[in-house]
């Protein structure tokens, strides 16, 4: 069975760091463009960065780019997102998720981690 | 850039049918899909490329797209459909994804 597990979530002061991972399992992980969406709470799904199978190319959001990185570790199937200079406003519950492709420019997310909980306080 | 626009909440009766709408400007040679997502889990992706159903997701689970609105209908609407309810599509020059805000369905 394909599945995504987040980790890596904390409590943590603005202005920290924090190191989220995703390990996935029942599919060829490098075959696959990686996301990262993040749901702030109350808010709707957000989607934050990804990152194509062989790890050169990446996105960013424009409230992230320059603090977060997104990366990973095909040999161990995982994807990480290393996330510093934290705000207020990165408070989330982020969920990695892979990218699927139906032709064209159309793309969806065809699985979901359960997300892990980014907690950024005083 | 692409606006999805949702209504934050649809109420029905259980074995009534929900429809979802979600609208946006420019979108009409776009592909829409949905994702359920419950509180707590991971989300599920019900619908694909407008109208197309992921295998495992009941048939009662259907997606529609005429003009510049994507529709969603679940037909004979469970207690456990209860959950938020998202339409997403790619934003191809933006290289990412552009989420709608959200619909809350309620089973009264």
């Known amino acids: 069975e394909d599945q995504l597990v987040d980790s890596g979530g904390s409590v943590v002061r603005p202005g920290g760091s924090l190191r989220l991972s995703c390990a996935a399992s029942g599919f060829q992980f490098n075959r696959y463009d990686m996301h990262w969406v993040r749901q702030v709470p109350g808010k709707g799904l957000d989607w934050v960065s990804g990152i194509n199978g062989n790890g050169i190319a990446r996105s960013y959001g424009d409230s992230v780019r320059g603090r977060f990185t997104i990366s990973r570790d095909n040999a161990k199937q995982s994807l990480f997102l290393d996330m510093t200079s934290l705000r207020l406003e990165d408070t989330a519950a982020y969920h990695c998720a892979r990218l699927k492709s139906c032709g064209g420019s159309c793309y969806y997310f065809d699985l979901w981690g359960q997300g892990t909980l980014v907690t950024v306080s005083p | 850039s692409f606006v999805l626009t949702q209504p934050p909440s649809v109420s029905v009766a259980p074995g009534k049918t929900a429809i979802i709408t979600c609208g946006g400007e420019?979108?009409?040679?776009?592909?829409v899909h949905w994702h359920q997502h419950k509180p707590g889990q991971a989300p599920v992706l019900v619908v694909y490329?407008?109208?197309h159903r992921p295998s495992g997701i009941p048939e009662r689970f259907s997606g529609s797209f005429s003009g510049n609105t994507a529709t969603l209908t679940i037909t004979r609407v469970e207690a456990g459909d209860e959950a938020d309810y998202y339409c997403?599509?790619?934003?191809?020059?933006?290289?990412?994804?552009?989420f709608g805000g959200g619909t809350q369905l309620t089973v009264l």
């Open positions: 490329d407008d109208d």
């Open positions: 420019n979108i009409e040679s776009q592909s």
């Open positions: 997403q599509l790619w934003d191809g020059a933006g290289g990412r994804a552009i």
